[in-house]
């Protein structure tokens, strides 16, 4: 086992992951390394604060998290140099050479047995008092080189290497830690229209260019469980959705920008899309599906549901001609209305979602029932599925997984 000495020395020659030294374990680390291998003593205290530093920060959000964890999350989640090569598949001797070098630093560091580091303080300062430090777990692996060019390989680097659910706020992505596991396999009718999605992401995964989908139709139906459904599918893994709320569809082409370097495919998710008159969000995405001088990536389909077939409220007034006298008059009426038409037509793909009919929602009812492991009698299950649709109209998904939570906890 190298000496302290040795080990600060080959901390400060990291080159690729370099930036590792700037995480806060590895910088209280770094720091006391450098104390206890000078030849002035500093003050007992800064090495007792820096010793403990790693150990709080360490043990913070994860108690059992180990130094060998930290220092792989580090490695294979932050974006580098040597990360970035892999992902454009472009070959460096140097810097293959240097990230190699790397790990094998990093992974000295993270065998180094706490009992070391107390030792040489108990030594240096001529105390016991070193013996009272909690201690953090040593390794006994290393960082296998060829193991983490495959993982780069695989999943690509950063953020979308981590999760695969995002939300856009306030000009960044933000991943969702627990995304919706709405499993495709699990839902029930709207079989051809699945379908239809499911196609549409393969080819996308495939490396086609697909179309950009609108799912339109009843609420309740399931359109939204279907776009977030895909995610979840074992082949699609490197699919990746991130969901822009309807206000800050402007933010697309930033998103975009941001996206279209990595090797992910990606859906741009916007739920209930529908827009009032005068929205400057309409023009935004109308340039942003069809006809702006920044193409779409081939790595991005836009996914959006709503209620209404043509995205826009039409208003009679609109439809008749008939407006009122101010400055702000329509004079032509008909083109306002087929502009906002358009903006549908710019969807390649349109599903249409319909509530169900009595026969195929106490089918629904029937196998959510048994999805759910519920003992009731088939002609009980009808006979109260057909007294929950009177009180609660609109046959639909939503409707029939209310109404079995309801039996569920009724029982």
Not at 118 to 144: H, Q, S, V
Request: aromatic share 10%; charged share 30%; glycine share 4%.
């Amino acid at each position: 086992m190298k000496t302290l000495d040795e080990i600060y020395l080959d901390l400060s020659s990291l080159s690729v992951y370099k930036y590792i030294i700037n995480e806060n374990v590895i910088t209280s680390y770094y720091r006391l390394l450098g104390l206890l291998t000078a030849d002035k003593k500093a003050d007992l205290s800064d090495i007792f604060d820096l010793y403990t530093n790693i150990y709080y920060n360490l043990k913070k959000d994860n108690p059992a998290k180990t130094l060998f964890n930290y220092l792989y999350d580090l490695i294979v989640y932050e974006p580098s140099s040597i990360a970035k090569a892999v992902e454009e598949d472009y070959y460096d001797e140097m810097l293959y050479k240097s990230a190699k070098n790397d790990l094998k630093v990093l992974s000295e560091l993270a065998a180094l047995p706490c009992r070391a580091i107390k030792d040489e303080i108990n030594k240096k300062y001529e105390t016991k008092a070193a013996d009272m430090l909690p201690e953090w777990e040593g390794a006994e692996k290393t960082f296998d080189f060829d193991n983490i060019l495959e993982f780069y390989r695989l999943n690509g680097y950063g953020i979308f290497a981590k999760s695969r659910a995002f939300v856009w706020e306030n000009k960044a992505l933000r991943p969702i830690k627990n995304p919706d596991n709405i499993n495709v396999k699990d839902m029930v009718l709207y079989y051809r229209q699945r379908q239809l999605l499911i196609n549409n992401t393969k080819a996308l995964l495939s490396g086609k260019r697909v179309n950009n989908v609108l799912l339109y139709g009843d609420s309740g139906t399931g359109k939204s469980a279907t776009v977030k459904s895909m995610i979840n599918i074992e082949e699609f893994s490197s699919l990746r959705i991130i969901e822009i709320p309807k206000e800050q569809l402007s933010d697309i082409p930033d998103i975009l920008r941001l996206i279209s370097g990595h090797k992910q495919k990606f859906i741009l998710f916007i739920d209930d899309l529908s827009f009032e008159n005068n929205e400057e969000v309409f023009s935004s995405l109308k340039v942003i599906l069809e006809g702006g001088l920044e193409t779409r990536p081939q790595n991005v389909v836009i996914y959006a549901t709503s209620n209404r077939r043509h995205l826009v409220k039409e208003y009679f007034k609109e439809r008749s001609g008939l407006y009122s006298s101010s400055q702000d008059e329509e004079i032509h009426a008909n083109e306002t209305i087929q502009e906002k038409i358009s903006l549908s037509d710019r969807f390649g793909l349109k599903i249409s979602y319909t509530n169900l009919s009595k026969k195929e929602f106490l089918y629904l009812v029937c196998e959510l029932a048994k999805q759910k492991g519920l003992n009731i009698d088939k002609s009980e299950l009808e006979k109260k599925a057909i007294e929950w649709d009177a009180e609660h109209p609109g046959r639909t998904p939503r409707i029939a997984h209310q109404f079995i939570d309801f039996l569920c906890i009724s029982q």
